[in-house]
């Protein structure tokens, strides 16, 4: 069946810095979506991706849906204490199901 | 506009015990799937049910059923309980895309 994964597991960022999470899959998706997750909360939903190539930015967060459709990045740029949380990649495939990536959980340096 | 509820918000219950988790969905979405989320690991599918039928299953034993009502309120249930089982379940509903809005989930201890 259809794998996500994602790399790192954990990201430790100082305030003001980038990074980038990146989630593969090992069949090719019908889209890619990305939620974040506060400690003690439930994942909440960020973006979207369905085109080949697509690149999105909100604000700071810039995603990326790779040509063939089987990966997928997030960059943020400027971490700021308010980004801590898990995010989760999701691929969606045509039965409507999303497999989720087991995440990746940042946490900020001030 | 209300998001998606689910109740109870906390449960413990014993091995053997059988549980019902209930959720409402958006007002005007019809798609209602659940996930189980194990501490540290992402939501794994359950069950995606649309217009009251089953349109998806994941890999999860038959001890695990579900069900939509007219209202498209949803159910889900998991009879002979393992600790295996302890987990957060979470319900989402969606409309037309597959973008899902989760409720705040249900914590399950089973002891």
């Known amino acids: 069946g259809q794998q996500v994964m994602q790399i790192p597991q954990y990201q430790h960022v100082q305030e003001g810095e980038d990074f980038t999470t990146y989630c593969n899959s090992s069949t090719t998706l019908s889209n890619i979506q990305w939620y974040k997750q506060r400690p003690g909360g439930h994942p909440v939903f960020l973006i979207q991706l369905v085109k080949s190539g697509e690149v999105k930015k909100q604000k700071r967060l810039t995603f990326q849906f790779g040509e063939a459709k089987k990966n997928s990045s997030l960059h943020i740029t400027a971490t700021q204490t308010t980004d801590v949380g898990t995010y989760f990649c999701?691929?969606?495939?045509?039965?409507?199901?999303?497999?989720f990536g087991a995440g990746t959980t940042v946490t900020v340096r001030a | 506009d209300a998001g998606v509820t689910q109740s109870p918000t906390h449960l413990i219950k014993t091995r053997g015990q059988q549980v019902t988790l209930r959720c409402s969905p958006i007002s005007g979405h019809k798609s209602v799937s659940w996930y189980q989320q194990v501490l540290g690991q992402g939501p794994q599918f359950i069950f995606q049910?649309?217009?009251?039928?089953?349109?998806g299953r994941g890999n999860f034993p038959d001890r695990f059923s579900a069900r939509q009502f007219p209202n498209y309120s949803s159910e889900l249930n998991v009879n002979a309980l393992l600790l295996g089982d302890s987990a957060l379940y979470l319900c989402?509903?969606?409309?037309?895309?597959?973008?899902?809005?989760f409720g705040q989930g249900t914590r399950l201890t089973v002891v």
């Open positions: 999701a691929g969606g495939s045509n039965d409507y199901k999303l497999s």
């Open positions: 049910y649309y217009e009251k039928e089953e349109r």
């Open positions: 989402a509903s969606s409309q037309y895309t597959s973008e899902a809005f």
